[in-house]
C-alpha cells in the first residue's frame, strides 16, 4: 500500500554546458503511516528529492507515483492541485505569514479547497486545538514562540488531510527541548495513521523516524528500518 513510490528517478540539471546529476537512480517506496527520516550531506540530492516527493518538481527520468497517481509527467497547473490536495508541508523557517492570526494562517489552504468562511475556521479551531494551540489561535506568528509558530505551521499542513507531511528540517531552527516537544508531536501525529517523510541532519532527531534513508551523491547509500526508536514520556 505504497502512498510514495518512485521508480528510477533522475534529476539532471543544465546550467550553460555544465550538467549536474543531482540525482542518479533514486527507486523508493513508502508505505501509508511510516514515518520516515531522509539523512545525507549537503549536495547528496535530499532537496532535489523532496523537491519531486512534494510534486514542486518532476524528474527527468523515471517515474513517481503519488497516491496512486503518476505525477512524473503532470503539468505545473495539475501539479499544483494534486501537491494542495495530498502534501502538507512543515518547514525550518516556518512560512507563516506575519500579519495573519494563527486560525488565518491554518485555514488558508482551505480557501484553495473551496470550503466556506465558517466550515475554513471550524476544521482549523479543530486542527490547531489538535496541536495544543486552541488558546493561541487569535495570536499572531510574533506573538507566539518558535515551538508554537511550528505547531500553527504543522496544523496548517494537517488542515487538508493530506496523503503526507513532507517537513524539510523542522527543527532546525528550534532549541533542543523544543525541538524534542515537536518531535513529540510528530510522533503523535504519526501515532494517529499520518504518513510523516522528514529530512534531517540531527541523528537524535531522525532517531524518532521509524526508517531512516541516508543519501549520497544522488543515491540511496542505506535504508534501513530504525530499531532504535526514540520515545520520549
Ligand atoms: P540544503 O540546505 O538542503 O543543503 P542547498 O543549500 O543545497 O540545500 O540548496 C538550497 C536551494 O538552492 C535548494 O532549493 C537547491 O535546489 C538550490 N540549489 C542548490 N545548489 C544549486 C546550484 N548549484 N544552482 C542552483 N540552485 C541550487
Ligand atoms: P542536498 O539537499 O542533499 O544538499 P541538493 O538536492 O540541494 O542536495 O543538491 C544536489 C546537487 O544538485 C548539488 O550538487 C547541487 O549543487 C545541485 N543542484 C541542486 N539544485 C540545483 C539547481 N536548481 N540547479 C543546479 N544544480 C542544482
Known sequence: NSVIQTKDIAKIYKMGTETVEALKSVTIN????????????????????MNIIGCLDTPTRGTYELAGQNVS????????????????FVFQTFNLLPRQSSLENVALPLVYAG????????RAL???????????????????????????????ALVNNPSIILADEPTGNLDTKTSYEIMELFQMLHDQGNTIVMVTHEDDIAQYAHRIIRMRDGLVESDNINNDITRVG
Open 115 to 122: 470550503f466556506s468562511k465558517s466550515q475554513r475556521e471550524e
Open 30 to 49: 513508502i508505505d501509508k503511516g511510516e514515518y520516515v527520516a531522509f539523512m545525507g550531506p549537503s549536495g547528496s540530492g535530499k532537496s532535489t528529492l
Open 126 to 156: 479543530e486542527v490547531l486545538g489538535s496541536v495544543g494551540l486552541a488558546d493561541r489561535a487569535y495570536h499572531k506568528p510574533n506573538e507566539l514562540s518558535g515551538g508554537q509558530r511550528q505547531r500553527v505551521a504543522i496544523a496548517r
Open 73 to 88: 509527467e503532470t503539468s505545473e497547473n495539475d501539479l499544483a492541485e494534486i501537491r494542495n490536495k495530498e502534501i502538507g
